[in-house]
């Protein structure tokens, strides 16, 4: 059979070593001894045309190559975003996408072929990258996949067809709409967007830049606010400061960011302002993390392991000199602010509280410093 599309074929897939897929590339669809896959004559006239549209563009089959196919929702009669139908080849960060002339004719197809190179994962996020912004900025829709894989148009204004794993723990493998919805719409998702995924991106690319490193976009592995948040504070000196991760927590992750402005402020009512090193200022907050892993290690029920933590939290406090006039029902607004976080957020139980805890503590940190 057809190792494209399962097919019944008679045709080898012979095609040397400057092929959109090797030769002897594995495939499922090879019988366990045999030497050559199988083509049908539709995919194998498929391959022809393209090839030829490659070679004519000056496009290389010899890497691992993708297409990310840019298209009208609808027809429209008389306009083309491109001049050519085919881009040469996007490699990663920076304006690569050519020829964005707009051309105007009745009977020229209305899409666009831009062939991509993708090396590993963290290549791809930044291929992806760039391929989202392409699409915001023309307003075309855009689908990436590998060559014959019977393109479908998509209700999404972005799909990717070959998607990670770390793409799709971030959001990033597609996107509903070009940007978010209007205020007066009741939406349950509103963070399916390009404009969103364009603002993750260059948050990562921030942080990854200043940390120097080689692979910013498989450091995180979450959209939360904590560990947004834990990623920035952990590789960025001036985490706290900057103004494009701020307003991304407003505009997309403002309950979290709300709920752990408010545990806080609740630390800084039963703690005092520190201003001084970063240990003072979580410190009371590590000292209810541990009482929280303690007594839950104990197996306490939780009305037991709220007051433990209370307590716990009330000593620690008051034995401080530099912390100022620490009362019981100031521990326990505190204690109960973070309940409601972990809870929320679903970090309520011992083996996540343990996993979290320094993305917690970092959480806290940047918090504490905005509510300052």
Known sequence: MCFLCGAQADTKYQKGLSAVYRTQEYSRRVPPHAKYKSICEVCNLEYALLSSICEQYDVSTNNSLEIAYFYFDDFLGDVRLRSNRVGNIVQGDGDELDDPEIANSLIQPQYFLQPVYVLDENHRMAVVRQVMRAAQESGMKVVIGRPFTRFESADAVFADEETTRPQE?????????????????????????????????????????????????????????????????????????????????????????????????RGIDLFGKQFDSKYKKTKIFREALDAFLSGKNQQMDDDRLIEYVESQVYAAADREDYAGHATPEQAKAFVEAI???????????????????????NSYYYAYEQSL
Do not use: C
């Open 339 to 361: 309940r409601e976080y972990l809870v929320e957020n679903d970090l309520y139980d011992l083996k996540k509280l343990s996993d979290w805890e320094n993305a917690l503590v």
């Open 169 to 265: 723990l971030l959001g990033l493998d597609e996107a509903e709409r070009f940007g978010p919805l209007p205020s007066f719409i009741e939406n349950d998702r509103t963070d399916s967007h390009l404009r969103r995924a364009l603002q993750l991106f260059k948050l990562m690319s921030m942080v990854g830049q200043d940390a120097g490193m080689s692979n910013p976009y498989l450091q995180l592995d979450r959209d939360t606010f904590h560990s947004i948040a834990n990623f920035a504070v952990v590789n960025h000196d001036h985490a706290v400061r900057l103004t494009d991760l701020k307003e991304y927590f407003e505009n997309y992750h403002e309950t979290e960011f709300m709920e752990m402005k408010t545990v806080a402020e």
